[in-house]
């Protein structure tokens, strides 16, 4: 991946006449690297039916140092968090009011299983669906600037990957192929916000393993 592929999509000046613009505390050198995974038990549990038919309405939030990582879906009213156990593919499992997927129990039953628990990944719900990740500072709630430093795209489609910066410019990856971990943080510093969807031209929804911030 080279400089030259890294473009700019809006002045600063354009950018201007769109956004308000707040003050976005800088990237704390305290703040560490915060992994951005899907299988945050608190995270989960405070989904609606705590994703247990993978639909995540809301969105995700997860703890980062004092801070919450936030992932939400723009366009779409939500985003799936599927399992990454393949045997977790039954349906339908029931406990305590909740309805999701479950494991087979050999003799025709499915089994619940602990959904705040059971490790998952991302996955759109269309391939032109964006999602929204940002950093939530711990006190004041505002956007926090933070540095994106690494992006697993899952196998299947590539994606678009845009962030802004906060000088209020925004800068893009048109390709990101999928089934492959991208090394960001040489371009991507002092992000206010990042956006994904899939790759003009691709098909299928995308899938997002994990991602790094510091």
């Known amino acids: 991946m080279t400089r030259s592929r890294l473009l700019v999509l809006l002045s600063a000046a354009s950018v201007a006449s ?13 703040l560490g690297e915060c992994a951005l995974t899907f299988d945050n038990a608190g995270a989960l549990g405070a989904i609606a039916q705590q994703a247990a038919a993978t639909f995540a309405p809301g969105g995700y939030t997860m703890p980062c140092s004092s801070h ?6 723009v366009t779409w009213g939500h985003f799936h968090l599927n399992f990454e156990d393949p045997s977790v593919s039954c349906m339908w499992a029931e406990e305590g009011g909740i309805v999701g997927y479950g494991r087979d129990d ?16 991302l996955v ?3 391939n032109d669906k964006w999602i929204k ?3 939530e500072d711990g006190s004041s709630h ?4 933070f540095d994106l430093r690494r992006m697993h795209v899952g196998a299947g489609p590539p994606i678009q ?5 906060q000088d209020g410019t925004w800068w893009f990856w048109d390709q990101l192929k999928g089934a492959k971990n991208w090394k960001l943080e040489q371009w991507s510093k002092d992000v206010v916000e990042v956006r994904i969807r899939g790759s003009s031209g691709s098909s299928g929804p995308y899938v997002i ?4 911030v510091k």
């Open 209 to 212: 393993r994990n991602a790094y």
């Open 124 to 126: 759109s719900h269309k």
């Open 106 to 121: 050999g003799s025709g039953g499915c089994l619940p299983v602990d959904w705040d628990h059971e490790p998952r990944y």
């Open 161 to 165: 990957l845009w962030f802004q910066k």
């Open 133 to 135: 990740i940002w950093l």
């Open 18 to 30: 769109m956004l308000t613009f707040v003050f976005v505390p800088q990237a704390s050198p305290q």
């Open 142 to 145: 505002q956007p926090r600037a």
């Open 68 to 73: 919450s990582l936030n992932v939400e879906s």
